[in-house]
């Protein structure tokens, strides 16, 4: 009896379904921080949306990516925790998932098993990806970080309802201190941008028309300075996919990597350990 394999992860998805409650949830927040614009601008604001960012994306470049997804570091416990709240508050995925993610885009990138990648088009890659995930296909991704699930709070965040409890509790709280402008300002825009600087790696910085590439590497990563501000040094992608398990993704003093310097700074205050350089 002969059997057939399943297509490769990344087509099915691109034929997948679109799970139209998740692209809900995707317009909501655009609509919440285009909103911000209809009520006035407040320090308070501002300094909240700078710390929520920098709290979010730190949590997905320090944590998620270069200390769980690649093992290039180890952090204190209760940082690891703190910073997984701020994921948590920025929606920007469960610490699992995340991982299992883009530990299959880095096995299989800019192929056809790759989940997001821009030769199964643009949109798809920016974030079309996240529209088509089913219980299956996030089941089948999970088994590359079983690792990470023996942490109990990355394993419990694995349930919506609790992965959603620290952003509910952070709207509830700026809303009381700050009222809708706050929530709207300080929590809607930058998690707004957020998204869009994660995505922004995982599509333009594997377009052959931007930037450049100093490795010659199986995929089409590339290297995007004028990113690198707003995701944090990960926009030297090309670098990245070179040598994916080492801390600093900046390769030259002019490839400014905002991670590799806090990684640098946790080191002397003892709160990073087992660096990969």
């Given at each position: 009896?002969?059997?057939?394999?399943?297509?490769?992860?990344?087509?099915?998805?691109?034929?997948?379904?679109?799970?139209?409650?998740?692209?809900?949830?995707?317009?909501?927040?655009?609509?919440?921080?285009?909103?911000?614009?209809?009520?006035?601008?407040?320090?308070?604001?501002?300094?909240?949306?700078?710390?929520?960012?920098?709290?979010?994306?730190?949590?997905?470049?320090?944590?998620?990516?270069?200390?769980?997804?690649?093992?290039?570091?180890?952090?204190?416990?209760?940082?690891?925790?703190?910073?997984?709240?701020?994921?948590?508050?920025?929606?920007?995925?469960?610490?699992?998932?995340?991982?299992?993610?883009?530990?299959?885009?880095?096995?299989?990138?800019?192929?056809?098993?790759?989940?997001?990648?821009?030769?199964?088009?643009?949109?798809?890659?920016?974030?079309?990806?996240?529209?088509?995930?089913?219980?299956?296909?996030?089941?089948?991704?999970?088994?590359?970080?079983?690792?990470?699930?023996?942490?109990?709070?990355?394993?419990?965040?694995?349930?919506?309802?609790?992965?959603?409890m620290p952003h509910a509790a952070a709207v509830a709280a700026v809303g009381w201190?700050?009222?809708?402008?706050?929530?709207?300002?300080?929590?809607?825009?930058?998690?707004?941008?957020?998204?869009?600087?994660?995505?922004?790696?995982?599509?333009?910085?594997?377009?052959?028309?931007?930037?450049?590439?100093?490795?010659?590497?199986?995929?089409?990563?590339?290297?995007v300075p004028w990113l690198s501000f707003l995701t944090f040094g990960e926009s030297?992608?090309?670098?990245?996919?070179?040598?994916?398990?080492?801390?600093?993704?900046?390769?030259?003093?002019?490839?400014?990597?905002?991670?590799?310097y806090v990684i640098w700074v946790l080191e002397k205050l003892r709160l990073a350990?087992?660096?990969?350089?």
């Amino acid at each position: 009896m002969s059997t057939t394999s399943a297509p490769p992860l990344g087509l099915r998805l691109r034929r997948a379904r679109t799970n139209y409650a998740a692209l809900c949830a995707i317009v909501a927040a655009h609509l919440l921080a285009l909103a911000s614009l209809a009520q006035p601008i407040e320090v308070s604001y501002l300094v909240l949306a700078t710390g929520i960012y920098v709290w979010g994306m730190l949590g997905v470049t320090l944590y998620l990516h270069r200390s769980l997804a690649h093992r290039a570091l180890t952090l204190a416990e209760p940082l690891k925790f703190a910073l997984a709240l701020g994921v948590a508050v920025c929606l920007a995925g469960d610490p699992a998932g995340w991982v299992a993610i883009h530990r299959k885009h880095h096995g299989a990138a800019d192929t056809d098993d790759d989940v997001h990648s821009p030769r199964h088009g643009f949109g798809h890659s920016y974030f079309g990806w996240m529209l088509k995930l089913t219980r299956e296909t996030a089941d089948e991704l999970l088994r590359l970080s079983r690792d990470v699930q023996e942490t109990w709070y990355c394993r419990w965040m694995q349930h919506p309802a609790i992965y959603l409890m620290p952003h509910a509790a952070a709207v509830a709280a700026v809303g009381w201190y700050l009222g809708p402008g706050g929530v709207l300002w300080g929590l809607y825009v930058p998690i707004v941008l957020a998204f869009h600087s994660v995505n922004a790696v995982n599509s333009v910085c594997h377009l052959p028309r931007f930037g450049y590439r100093r490795h010659e590497t199986a995929d089409d990563s590339r290297n995007v300075p004028w990113l690198s501000f707003l995701t944090f040094g990960e926009s030297f992608h090309n670098n990245h996919h070179a040598h994916p398990h080492t801390a600093r993704q900046g390769d030259a003093w002019y490839e400014p990597d905002l991670t590799a310097y806090v990684i640098w700074v946790l080191e002397k205050l003892r709160l990073a350990r087992n660096v990969v350089r």
